[in-house]
């Protein structure tokens, strides 16, 4: 709570009252600090990545480069950590479009069986490659939606992503879409038999940059931007989107889409 004094002059008086004004600045100050964390963070995550590059670039310069096997390795790690930063870089741009609506949707009827049967075709090497059986189902008469289709595919391949980084071998992951009890969305699920994560990091996994394990998520990759990329492409749609797990046994990520009117009328 912010509070200024202003006091009332009187000609001849001096001063005879004072106005108080009582100001809630809680959310203003909440803001400016989840933005200040916000940058601390997205310095942190870079710097890792070059402090690591450049450490391996000097022992190259100094010397490792003779040794075959060795220079074969610096080379990788110093690759690898660059594709880090890309992908970092690019989260960050995509987030940072979703947050100033500069990235308008461009909806199309899109069929949404079809859709769920590619994603899980884009991810069918890293399926096998981990046994992870995948499986598609969508209600019946479920045909059409509305939807940005290169966003949803985001939000999916993140959703699918995740699915596979946190299934150990030889997990399911179930893709399925039907229409809410009311009628007026569909709600898209993608459950997994993973890890799960631990009831109380559960109300804090769409924050950005918000991981359970952050060693792990950084081992597989991860940005930890995943899930609030996906949270702000399900929000732009009208949508929600909710993460329901049970450690140890696994996760389900659902979000719904409405079903607009302008032609958004499920065939
Ligand atoms: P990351 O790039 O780290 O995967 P996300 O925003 O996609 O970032 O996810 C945030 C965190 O939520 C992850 O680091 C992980 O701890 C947890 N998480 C997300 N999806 C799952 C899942 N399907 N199973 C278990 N943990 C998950």
């Known amino acids: 709570l912010k509070v200024t004094f202003t006091p009332i002059h009187r000609r001849g008086k001096g001063i005879t009252g004072m106005i108080a004004v009582l100001q809630d600045v809680t959310e203003q100050e909440k803001l400016e600090q989840s933005r200040r964390q916000f940058v601390a963070n997205v ?17 190259l310069g100094d010397g490792a480069l003779e040794e075959r096997d060795l220079s074969t ?44 049967d590619e994603v899980a075709d884009r991810f069918s090497f890293q399926l096998r490659q981990k046994s992870i059986s995948a499986t598609v189902g969508v209600e019946r008469g479920l045909k059409n939606a509305w939807l940005d289709r290169d966003q949803i595919d985001q939000v999916l391949d993140n959703l699918i992503s995740n699915a596979i980084k946190y299934t150990l071998d030889g997990g399911q992951i179930g893709l399925t879409a039907r229409r809410t009890a009311d009628g007026g969305s569909i709600e898209i699920s993608v459950k997994d038999t993973g890890i799960g994560i631990p009831k109380k990091d559960l109300t804090r996994i769409f924050d950005r940059f ?36 049970e450690l140890n046994e696994g996760s389900k990520v659902t979000f719904t889409l409405p079903l607009l009117q302008e032609g958004g009328d499920p065939e």
């Open 73 to 116: 390795r610096f080379v990788g790690v110093i690759s690898n950590e660059t594709e880090r930063m890309i992908r970092l870089v690019t989260d960050l741009l995509h987030l940072s479009r979703l947050d100033s609506n500069q990235a308008p949707l461009r909806r199309r009827q899109t069929n949404i069986h079809d859709m769920l």
């Open 43 to 59: 310095s942190h995550e870079l710097r890792t990545p070059l402090t690591t590059i450049k450490s391996y670039a000097e022992a």
């Open 210 to 245: 918000y991981r359970v394990d952050k060693a792990r998520s950084r081992n597989m990759g991860g940005t930890g931007l995943g899930l609030s990329i996906a949270r702000e492409i399900v929000r732009a749609h009208g949508g929600t989107i909710a993460l329901y797990s």
